[in-house]
């Protein structure tokens, strides 16, 4: 088994425009794909879903639009928290 995975390593393998190594595109495209982030909307977001709500989006589509614009918080247990509480809040008050 080592071996072989020592052949794979060391020997280049040999295209038209040089040599190179092919486990180095191994993962070549997988690095972002299928990758998504779970996030808690603050607002209703057509064909998203509606405040409050855990959804799964794309880190880019969180990154530039959804989180400068305040429209949804990363789902880790403090933001959840201190949504839980806003709606109790918001309860209580109404």
Do not use: W
Request: with cysteine; glycine share 8%.
């Amino acid at each position: 088994m080592a071996h072989a995975l020592r052949r794979c390593i060391c020997r280049p393998v040999v295209h038209s425009g040089g040599a190179t190594n092919h486990l180095l595109f191994a993962g070549h495209g997988l690095r972002y794909r299928n990758r998504k982030l779970e996030v808690i909307l603050t607002t209703t977001i057509d064909k998203l879903g509606k405040a409050g709500e855990t959804v799964k989006v794309a880190p880019g589509h969180f990154r530039n639009h959804l989180m400068p614009k305040m429209l949804a918080v990363p789902n880790i247990p403090k933001s959840a928290f201190l949504i839980r509480e806003q709606r109790k809040v918001r309860v209580l008050t109404a």
